[in-house]
C-alpha cells in the first residue's frame, strides 16, 4: 500500500486528509523520506494513497493537533524523544519539524 505511493506525484499545496476524512492541511514540502504539513514530518510509509481530491493518511488529524501536556504513554507505542513529539498510536510516527 503506502510503500507503491509515488512521492513525485505530491506537490506542495496539496490537501492532505486525516484516515477519518479529516483534512488536516496543505502539503509544505516533498521531501524523499516523506512530506511536511501542519509542521510535521510525515514518512511515506504514513501515506495510503494520492488521488485527485489530495493525499491520504494512515492516521487522524488528532495526531497533529494532540497538546504538548497530555500523556503520550496513552496516546503513543513510541516513546517521545525531546525536540520529536510521536503523537500516532501506530507503528507509524509523525514528528514535528525540527525548524
Known amino acids: 500500500m503506502s510503500e507503491h505511493v509515488n512521492l513525485d506525484t505530491i506537490e506542495p499545496g496539496m490537501v492532505v486528509y486525516g484516515v477519518d476524512g479529516v483534512k488536516i492541511g496543505p502539503v509544505e514540502a516533498v521531501h524523499p523520506e516523506g512530506i511536511r504539513v501542519a509542521s510535521h514530518e510525515v514518512p511515506r510509509q504514513a501515506i495510503t494513497h494520492v488521488d485527485t481530491t489530495g493525499v ?15 500523556d503520550l504513554e496513552k496516546a503513543s507505542d513510541t516513546a517521545a ?3 520529536h513529539e510521536p ?10 519539524d525540527a525548524r
Open 87 to 96: 503523537m500516532v498510536p501506530h507503528e507509524v510516527a509523525v514528528t514535528p
Open 56 to 70: 491520504h493518511l494512515q492516521v487522524a488529524r488528532v495526531a497533529f493537533t494532540a497538546h504538548r501536556d497530555m
Open 81 to 83: 524523544t525531546p525536540g
